[in-house]
């Protein structure tokens, strides 16, 4: 149990144009979802927090027009880069948690390769 | 503040051998929870282990144990006889409030 999807996996855009990633919980309600972003052989670093049904937090230095996060169910959660460009490119994560698990823990998803050309 | 540090940026191992990733962290709560993740070159997030503030005894999952010390806040994985699936990268987390804090990570590689 506990599996997280993401979709797409690696998407390729021009720059100026809008991406959106979706994040699943596929069989647990996701209370809480995150958003994150890895550069090559760098470390997580968490974009933003969102609960379902309300606005997502974002960390400081995060873009909120930039990096739109809509948590819209207690099983779905969607990242929106808009305007993208080549400096957007990264490996976007999400992860999501709902109060299950033996440690509470938060469940990730694969993943999505973003490449703005 | 909260903070985890992974001093080992690379490390290179014989198959078969064990080997242990250093972590330390810092925090003033009482209660905290440290996990490990290996992020093969796929870039998925593998759940490795877990250790939480009040437990008595060293986790142990299969292949991997955490030496844990929590007077010197450390919170090391072991990995005993690596095998060449173990090359990805190590992350140690700690879980502060509902966030997790990540460490710079090593990345492992496994020698045959």
């Known amino acids: 149990g506990a599996v997280v999807s993401q979709h797409p996996s690696r998407v390729i855009c021009k720059s100026g144009t809008s991406v959106k990633i979706e994040c699943r919980s596929l069989d647990f309600q996701a209370t809480t979802m995150f958003w994150y972003r890895q550069f090559p052989k760098q470390s997580l670093m968490l974009m933003a927090t969102?609960?379902?049904?309300?606005?997502?937090?974002?960390e400081q230095g995060v873009e909120k027009d930039k990096f739109l996060i809509n948590h819209a169910s207690l099983t779905l959660s969607t990242l929106t880069v808009t305007s993208a460009h080549p400096e957007d490119s990264s490996f976007y994560i999400c992860?999501?948690?709902?109060?299950?698990?033996?440690?509470?823990?938060?469940?990730f998803g694969p993943g999505t390769r973003l490449t703005v050309l | 503040a909260q903070k985890i540090t992974q001093t080992q940026p690379g490390m290179f191992v014989q198959e078969k051998e064990a080997v242990t990733l250093d972590c330390t962290y810092d925090t003033s709560d009482p209660s905290y929870g440290l996990f490990w993740y290996k992020q093969p070159s796929s870039g998925e997030m593998i759940f490795l282990i877990y250790q939480g503030s009040y437990d008595q005894q060293n986790a142990t999952e299969g292949r991997y144990s955490l030496n844990f010390q929590k007077a010197r806040k450390s919170a090391n994985l072991v990995i005993s006889a690596s095998q060449l699936g173990d090359s990805a990268m190590y992350f140690c987390?700690?879980?502060?409030?509902?966030?997790?804090?990540w460490g710079a990570g090593t990345k492992l590689i496994i020698k045959p």
């Open positions: 987390a700690m879980r502060g409030g509902y966030q997790l804090i």
């Open positions: 992860s999501a948690s709902g109060g299950i698990g033996p440690h509470n823990e938060q469940f």
């Open positions: 969102s609960n379902e049904g309300s606005k997502a937090t974002y």
